[in-house]
């Protein structure tokens, strides 16, 4: 089992920047794929960003060139710096980690972008 505990939401300035953390535990395996889901009001969840435990990213063209997700494998840690937030954004981040044979969601984070 893989438990996920995210971090760092909160409320935003429209333009501003929140960075948000996520650490696993429990029986992890080396190959494995962490990132990043929210889930506005009245819409579904959507895939923000993912990033593999070799480093291949992926990007929601929504959000290209203003996010940026990064990990530390020793940590069991994914990151999603988030740049230039626009209102539509808040919404509640998910973290999200998958192997083989599995795969986990934390609880949530809410962010709020508004002024």
């Known amino acids: 089992q893989v438990q996920l505990v995210e971090s760092g939401g909160g409320l935003v300035q429209p333009g501003g920047s929140l960075k948000l953390s996520c650490a696993a535990s429990?029986?992890?395996?080396?190959?494995?794929?962490m990132g990043w889901y929210r889930q506005a009001p009245g819409k579904e969840r959507e895939l923000v960003a993912t990033?593999?435990?070799?480093?291949?990213?992926y990007y929601a063209d929504s959000v290209k060139g203003r996010f940026t997700i990064s990990r530390e494998n020793a940590k069991n840690t994914v990151y999603l710096q988030m740049n230039s937030l626009k209102p539509e954004e808040t919404a509640v981040y998910y973290c999200?980690?998958?192997?083989?044979?599995?795969?986990?969601w934390g609880k949530g984070t809410l962010v709020t972008v508004s002024s």
């Open positions: 999200y980690f998958s192997d083989a044979g599995n795969a986990y």
């Open positions: 990033i593999t435990s070799g480093y291949a990213s």
């Open positions: 429990g029986s992890i395996f080396s190959i494995n794929t």
